[in-house]
């Protein structure tokens, strides 16, 4: 399991509360009584496993940026690649690791 989805550190994210991740896990106990056998099933579950932590990194991400302006320069924010910009993404993190 990636340790820090999209920068977020696994113990942040609300997993143990998802009943989607909760679902996955449950599905994947099933079938680690037989590992061998269910190798390719595990490995499906291992990944989504990773998207759904990321789907959730996500959602931490997009809710810690309530603080931003919705419209700047009257573009919604939403239509703004700021995932994809490296130097927002920098003070992003510098911010998270400021707050603790």
């Known amino acids: 399991m990636n340790p820090a989805p999209l920068g977020v550190p696994l113990e942040e994210l609300p997993l143990d509360t998802d009943p989607e991740f909760a679902n996955l896990e449950a599905k994947r106990a099933k079938l680690m009584r037989n590992p061998e056998k269910n190798r ?7 990944d989504a496993l ?15 940026r309530e603080f931003l302006d919705k419209e700047p320069a009257g573009v919604p924010v939403k239509y703004i690649p700021l995932d994809d910009d490296p130097e ?10 400021a707050e603790g």
């Open 50 to 64: 990773n998207d759904r932590a990321e789907e959730l990194a996500k959602e931490k991400i997009h809710g810690d």
């Open 40 to 46: 390719n099933a595990i490995a499906d579950l291992d």
């Open 88 to 97: 927002f993404k920098k003070m992003e993190t510098e911010r998270q690791k």
